[in-house]
């Protein structure tokens, strides 16, 4: 018997399982949101994926996150450092971001962030659909226990995928929450309400585009979760 392949091993490497990290701000999990603070933007399921210096797994977290960057780079166009490029020039184009970017309404680095990194996810179609969430059993979570497993502060293994586009008149980094496990365990984040990213951060995607060009997320190959 062929040994088991990890994510990344079966994947273009634009899609890491990411281990141990936090989620915050998690409510649009549940019903999709707008992400205009003025309630103008379009619908979308979104959540904030933490890289928490202090864990276990930052390093490795981290080392697969500038890999699946340099993928993606790589496949749109033969850019594998575009994702540093925009970091620091254009932080809002790249869906992966430091923990000081991340501020309160006094301009105050939000007190989990700091340190760190952070990724502005969306679900699969930019947002469209919501990622598929599953508990500490691995079984898929029903609608009403969402955000009873999904809250600010919680831990959670997460799989994404990062990919490149030039939707909105520049160069950008962005990806798709695919799968969210949820370990139902951490102490909540005092998050308070609010949006945490703009409209802009996401590509308008046809009703049936799809970025890895095989149809919606369905997580059914991603047993290890």
């Given at each position: ?61 981290k ?19 575009l994702?540093?490029?925009l ?108 949006v ?30």
């Amino acid at each position: 018997m062929a040994p088991k392949q990890s994510i990344e091993e079966r994947s273009d490497g634009r899609t890491v399982q990411l281990k141990g990290v936090r989620l915050s701000y998690c409510d649009s999990l549940k019903d999709k949101k707008p992400t205009t603070k003025d309630g103008s933007g379009k619908l979308k399921h979104t959540v904030n994926v933490i890289l928490d210096p202090a864990s276990p797994n930052f390093e490795e977290n981290k080392k697969k996150c500038v890999a699946a960057l340099e993928a993606a780079g790589e496949q749109f166009k033969k850019k594998p450092g575009l994702f540093r490029q925009l970091m620091e020039d254009e932080w809002k184009r790249c869906s992966f971001r430091k923990g000081d970017r991340m501020k309160n309404g006094e301009g105050v680095v939000r007190e989990h962030y700091k340190g760190g990194y952070w990724i502005g996810g969306a679900g699969p179609k930019a947002g469209e659909n919501r990622p598929v969430i599953k508990g500490r059993d691995k079984r898929i979570i029903g609608y009403d226990q969402i955000l009873d497993v999904c809250y600010g502060g919680v831990f959670a293994d997460v799989v994404i995928s990062f990919y490149g586009t030039d939707k909105g008149g520049s160069d950008g980094i962005f990806n798709s929450i695919e799968v969210i496990r949820s370990y139902e365990r951490g102490e909540r984040f005092a998050e308070g309400g609010g949006v945490h990213v703009d409209d802009d951060d996401f590509d308008d995607l046809d009703d049936d585009e799809d970025f890895l060009g095989s149809g919606s997320s369905s997580g059914g190959d991603l047993e290890e979760l």
